[in-house]
């Protein structure tokens, strides 16, 4: 049975500084799947992400985002983080003054933020450090899996998020994004071009990306495909 559709995209241009990056993309994701976006570095994958969650640089020449039923193509970013969409960044910013637990305060227990920072192997006192400052890559990429098993959003957009993480790192985030999976029961866009992120997640449909463009969809098979055989088969395809 198909899942009721969360996110629909439909024939998307973004255009970055007035550059197009995206050209027509098309994407629905049901509640509950896992979607797997691969492809090249320098591909709009992340473009996409960015878009999705509104950032102002990223700017919609033509076609519209619909998120739960509602068009939100021209909603503000806090709009859309209310409405559930959760974006990790590649590189997490530092924020001085502000410590981790005060930051998702609102959307906890403390004994939740402590069984949740268990987890993710994260030290207690992490809490109260200031979000980000000092913090490792590991460490950083940790907090926002932390916050997103905390804030349970809807829709969980992840761009490599692995990008950086030594093994046992990954498989700590991994096991944060598989818990989201199975107790939030929220979508995700998994953004990557690892596929070690990918080995304890159940994956539902994967996306390979070239030039701006959704050029391929499939099942979880296709990742082990580009595992092996790599992209290049799919640049080809663009050329």
């Not at 050029?215 to 790599?230: C, F, P, Q, R």
Request: with cysteine; hydrophobic share 35%.
């Amino acid at each position: 049975m198909l899942n009721k559709q969360l996110l629909n995209v439909k024939d998307l241009y973004v255009d970055v500084e007035d550059k197009e990056i995206l050209h027509g993309v098309d994407l629905s994701i049901g509640e509950g799947e896992t979607h797997v976006l691969m492809g090249p570095n320098g591909t709009g994958k992340s473009t996409l992400g960015y878009a999705l969650m509104g950032n102002p640089r990223y700017t919609v020449k033509s076609g519209e985002i619909w998120f739960k039923g509602k068009n939100i193509t021209a909603e503000p970013v806090n709009e859309r983080a209310k409405d559930g969409i959760f974006l990790s960044f590649q590189n997490p910013l530092e924020i001085p003054g502000v410590t981790l637990s005060s930051f998702i305060r609102n959307a906890l227990e403390q004994k939740d933020l402590e069984k949740t920072m268990a987890i993710l192997q994260m030290d207690p006192s992490y809490a109260e450090r200031d979000l980000n400052v000092g913090f490792s890559g590991g460490e950083k990429k940790k907090a926002e899996i932390l916050q997103l098993l905390m804030l349970k959003p809807s829709l969980a957009i992840l761009d490599e998020t692995d990008s950086g993480l030594d093994v046992d790192a990954v498989r700590t985030v991994s096991a944060g994004i598989e818990e989201y999976q199975k107790t939030c029961k929220g979508s995700l866009i998994v953004i990557t071009h690892s596929t070690k992120i990918l080995e304890a997640l159940h994956v539902d449909y994967t996306h390979v990306m070239v030039e701006g463009r959704i050029i391929k969809t499939g099942d979880a098979s296709l990742v082990e495909e580009i595992n092996e055989n790599g992209f290049g088969s799919y640049e080809t395809q663009e050329q």
